[in-house]
């Protein structure tokens, strides 16, 4: 069966995080950035990972809701889940905790955090402004690649468990 990255991007590193991902993953991955007016066929998916941005602690409203909505289907789903965030201090786990329905972070399989960088080109004049005073930010972000990876190694390897365990009855998804 394939695997699903859907995911919401705003300056575009979300983006970058999934197309990274896609490669790690192997082949039958798909990639769609989510939509409010899109409709999903997630039957076709025997894993689905969701990712976003978290922008003033918040991720975007389109993961959100993508989530809500389709929350019966993605529980009958291998699940994986990430983020991207510029503050190198954040709590990886408070952050997916905050950005996902708790049944959906308790059923993934695996979350991750990978890092993040700041695209002043792509950005608004008032995201400029914002993102300079935010001058907590001792160092440059940065997205973290071999954190990417390991979580497409993870993700392939709880897949293939969950399958094994799944043809065995041992596992009803």
């Known amino acids: 069966m394939k695997t699903l990255i859907a995911y919401s991007t705003t300056l575009g590193c979300t983006e970058q995080c999934a197309s990274k991902l896609k490669e790690g993953m192997g082949e039958d991955v798909e990639m769609t950035r989510i939509s409010r007016r899109r409709k ?29 909505k389709n929350l019966h289907d993605l529980l009958k789903k291998n699940i994986g889940l990430f983020v991207c965030c510029v503050d190198p201090n954040a709590d990886e786990k408070e952050l997916i905790r905050h950005a996902f329905p708790e049944k959906l972070v308790e059923h993934a399989l695996a979350s991750g955090y990978f890092g993040g960088e700041l695209n002043f080109k792509k950005m608004n004049l008032l995201q400029k402004i914002m993102t300079r005073k935010a001058a907590r930010l ?15 190694e993870q993700m392939q390897n709880l897949q293939s468990r969950s399958k094994r365990m799944h043809s065995q009855g041992l596992l009803n998804i």
């Not at 001792?138 to 497409?152: G, N, R, T, V």
């Open 40 to 68: 999903y066929n997630l039957h076709k998916y025997e894993t689905i990972i969701i990712g976003g941005s978290i922008h003033e602690g918040m991720i975007q409203h389109a993961v959100k809701r993508f989530c809500e």
């Open 138 to 152: 001792q160092k440059e972000p940065e997205i973290d690649f071999s954190k990417i990876l390991l979580f497409a």
